[in-house]
């Protein structure tokens, strides 16, 4: 059957000659990171992320402790298509244990992730939230490591995320070019906090892939509100919370709002966003082709910008501090 949504725009990332769907399935909700999620919504989400045209899937053995990719394996198993019709992500580095980002540790974490996804290769391998590693062990030991899964074609291209933005321009300014071929950013292209914009023409200089995760604040910017674990503080959370009841008030869902916002940035190849079923999946799908249509909802984002100005680009302390 043809897709409903053909249109769903594929960006390029970077160097990597990859197109990405704009909007990404963020794959940490399977792991049940934001509460349960059954194994049958798992399957569905995932089938119909993909029926609407999203071919770009993140995950990492952190979430949910390996139940995330687990999970993820599951329903990509159950699309029954080609392996080339897709683009997955994976992590290493970061586990419920703790930090690891040796070389020896990676090298085995792929094969742990590849059983768990039921893969042969995934298309990017990320180094998970460096900022809780040496930085200068991520340029001399990890990417090195990584480039030999890349040899050994286990992985098609490298990756590193994390929060705070200096760590990406640390260690881009200190591997060869060409090298580290892609970013995760989180939390920093979003209504309440638009950082990584300053960012996008270095990256751009560099030829690294840019991927934006967590428009909603990972939870900030919905209905719902976010996890009891959110970092955020109670000012922001609270701030949040009254923009989402004004949206709501004005017959507007904020996380419409949120997702349009980020996807109008096309330096920004894939915008991920965390679902766990069919329903959210296409909502922002929804927004995405509706944004192309019709544009943003200028006049609402205007008043949602006003009341989250007192808090925009507030951010948290993550990682160790780097000497
Ligand atoms: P997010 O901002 O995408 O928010 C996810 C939350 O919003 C979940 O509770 C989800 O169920 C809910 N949601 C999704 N669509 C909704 C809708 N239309 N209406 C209402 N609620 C909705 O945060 P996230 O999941 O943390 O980030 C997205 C993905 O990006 C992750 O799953 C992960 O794959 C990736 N990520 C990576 C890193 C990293 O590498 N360090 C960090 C954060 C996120």
Redesign the pocket.
């Known amino acids: 059957m043809a897709s409903p949504h053909p249109n769903l725009e594929l960006r390029p990332l970077g160097n990597t000659g990859l197109k990405l769907s704009c909007v990404g399935f963020?794959?940490?909700?399977l792991g049940s990171v934001?509460g349960p999620v059954s194994e049958h919504d798992a399957i569905s989400s995932v089938r119909e992320a993909f029926r609407l045209g999203i071919n770009f899937f993140?995950?990492?053995p952190y979430?949910g402790g390996t139940l995330s990719e687990k999970m993820l394996g599951k329903g990509l198993k159950a699309l029954g298509v080609p392996r080339n019709e897709y683009i997955v992500s994976t992590?290493c580095g970061r586990y419920v244990e703790g930090f690891d980002f040796s070389a020896e540790r990676v090298t085995r974490s792929i094969d742990e992730s590849l059983a768990r996804l039921q893969l042969d290769y995934v298309d990017i391998l990320?180094c998970?939230?460096i900022e809780f590693g040496s930085l200068d062990q991520i340029v001399n030991e990890t990417i090195p490591a990584l480039q030999k899964l890349k040899e050994a074609g286990k992985i098609r291209f490298i990756g590193i995320?994390?929060?705070p933005l200096g760590v990406f321009t640390y260690v881009l300014d200190r591997v060869p070019p060409g090298t580290v071929d892609v970013i995760?950013s989180?939390?920093h292209y979003s209504i309440n906090d638009s950082t990584l914009g300053d960012l996008l023409p270095y990256l751009k200089s560099k030829g690294v892939g840019v991927i934006t995760?967590?428009?909603?604040?990972?939870?900030l910017?919905?209905?719902?509100g976010p996890?009891e674990w959110h970092p955020a503080s109670l000012e922001l959370k609270s701030a949040c919370q009254a923009a989402a009841a004004f949206c709501k008030e004005k017959g507007k869902?904020i996380?419409?709002i949120a997702?349009q916002y980020s996807l109008s940035n096309k330096d920004v190849s894939s915008v991920?966003?965390?679902?766990?079923s069919a329903r959210?999946v296409e909502?922002?799908v929804s927004a995405a082709t509706e944004l192309a249509t019709f544009g943003k909802d200028q006049e609402t984002l205007a008043e949602v910008e006003a009341i989250l100005s007192p808090v925009k680009n507030q951010t948290w302390p993550s990682g160790i501090q780097q000497s």
């Open positions: 963020g794959a940490s909700p934001f993140d995950t990492s979430y992590k990320q998970h939230d995320t994390g929060l995760l989180y939390c995760a967590s428009p909603l604040a990972m939870g910017l919905t209905e719902n996890p869902n996380s419409k997702m991920l966003v965390g679902m766990n959210q909502e922002n």
